[in-house]
């Protein structure tokens, strides 16, 4: 008994595994059909596509999607008929506005002039090492049109509308506690290359959700954190309310419209740093050869005074070095870990604020 309903539901389940296989194969190409019985299917049981299947809606789906067009870089895109982009801005466009100075001539170039903007993008000419707000060599010719002191004052009149009141205590308090970590994620990084051009942008696009950003500043440009702190302000008209070490929150203002914003071209790839005099000379000022020779290998004998890490924070060092020339005539700081350039750039800033 129990061996023949055992039977029975496997026979049951058969039937239904080839029913289910006729089902799925109940729909033969119509050319099988014609070919062996001379059957010709009617117009509505025909499928619109005959590649597809009967049934199957992908067809339909891939019909609809269009085919992404190929990457084309900037340099080949053909700007007939467009204008470049202008800019309001009263400042020279550097890559970096902390780790580079005006008054700091090159003496050479590692590349030809070309505008890392993109061709024809900006009406700027490019110098090899930044885009004047005001090209020197038309201004000579015609001694018409604004000066660099003219645009400064209309940019810091602007910057104080925009500005308008002074923040309260509690207004500055509420606004320095929302930005905090626990708060929020939004954050704008300032890394080895400091404050560079497209981080302006980056600040704006944080201002459209937020009447303050918090920017956390780490590497190279902490040595002087004063110059950090000038350059955010000047550059992007917004406002310090809070600095706890390396950690910055920048206000943008009461009158702030984020449909108004200046416009800020971006670079498209970063340019090549200029050439600068050797930091290192072969004769030390005041010293000969051999008095030069003889204090370098004194110095390699000092113990270091510190070991910088990589991508640190950097605040403390002037104040330490200038702590210690007040009882040794050399110091000795270790570097190791640190990129050539970035050594290179630290010694630069210790030279200059010490």
Known sequence: MVF???????RTLASVLVSRRLLSSSSPSLSILRDRYGFVAPPSLLPENPKAIPGDRG????????????????????????????SDLPFDFRFSYTESKPNVKPI????????????GRLNRPWTGVC??????TVRSVDGEGPSNVELEEKWEKTRETILGEPLTPAERAFLVEKCQKNRTKRQVNLGRDGLT?????????????????????????????????????????????????????????RHYNPKKK???????????????????????????????????KRGLAVPALTKLAKNGYYASLVPMVRDAFLTDELVRIDCKGLNKSDYKKIGVKLRVRI
């Open 59 to 86: 067809g339909d789906q891939a019909k609809k999607k269009k085919k992404k067009p190929p990457y084309r870089p900037p340099s080949s895109l053909d700007r007939a008929g467009q204008k470049p982009l202008h």
């Open 197 to 253: 051009h497209n981080m302006l942008n980056d600040i704006h696009n944080n201002w459209k959700h937020a009447e303050a950003v918090r920017i956390k500043c780490l590497g190279v440009p902490t040595v002087d954190m004063q110059n950090v702190c000038t350059q955010l302000e000047e550059k992007t008209g917004g406002l310090i309310i809070h600095r706890h070490g390396g950690q910055i929150i920048l206000y943008r203002g």
């Open 131 to 136: 885009a004047p707000a005001v090209d020197p």
């Open 262 to 296: 200046p416009v800020i071209p971006l670079m498209l790839w970063k340019p090549h740093e200029p050439v600068y005099p050797r930091l290192i000379k072969t004769v030390i000022d005041g010293l000969t050869v051999e008095e030069t020779k003889e204090m370098r």
């Open 108 to 119: 050479g170039l590692r590349e030809p002039k070309y505008s890392p903007f993109g061709p």
């Open 4 to 10: 023949e309903l055992f039977f029975r539901q496997n």
